[in-house]
């Protein structure tokens, strides 16, 4: 769910997206992209939610390997294909993560 | 929906969380919270997106006026009642935008 990733620096890749009304082979090609992202090198987790707009949220170690993942050939099919049919808009954002803290409700046990 | 951002360099906070099952009072936080940040200096636009996850991504001009947000009284106030009550856990990640990019779908207009 919440991705565990490192101390950082780290970086993210922030895709914002609206769709279009096609949504054929969408659902298919977007697990098989989560699925081949998680093999790439660097890769350090993923976060993702959809209402009017959808956002995918990617942890990466380094630029380069975010470039390598852009570049990736099914990757760049998907991408294409994203831009035909099933994307109306998206915004892609490339940072650098410099600070991060996060919250954990505690579980309180009762031993009898 | 997706936000007018200006040319990087700019901030991006994200918020990932995990909602616990008690949601009394949260739908009219977050919206007074949306309101609110919306009126901060450097300010510059919101995404938010729910499903077992939700990640809220807001854009600041600065460092420093992230910081005057998250210290603003009745933004606090709501991050102690989210603490207690609203989430299970969630994670913060401050980040610089180094680089964006977009896409639009150009709508072909016939003129007959």
Known sequence: ???????????????????????????????????????????????SARNEVGIT?????????????KDVFEHKIAQKRGKEVWYNTYKVRICRVEHDYGFEKQIEFKMD
Chains 1, 2 share one sequence.
């Open 1 to 47: 769910m919440i991705s565990k990733t490192p101390k950082p620096p780290y970086y993210a890749v922030i895709f914002t997206s609206v769709s279009s009304a096609i949504t054929k082979g969408y659902d298919e090609t977007s697990n098989q992209m989560i699925s081949l992202a998680k093999k790439q090198i660097g890769f350090l987790g993923i976060e």
């Open 57 to 69: 949220v990617s942890y990466w170690d380094s630029l380069e390997n975010i470039k390598n993942w």
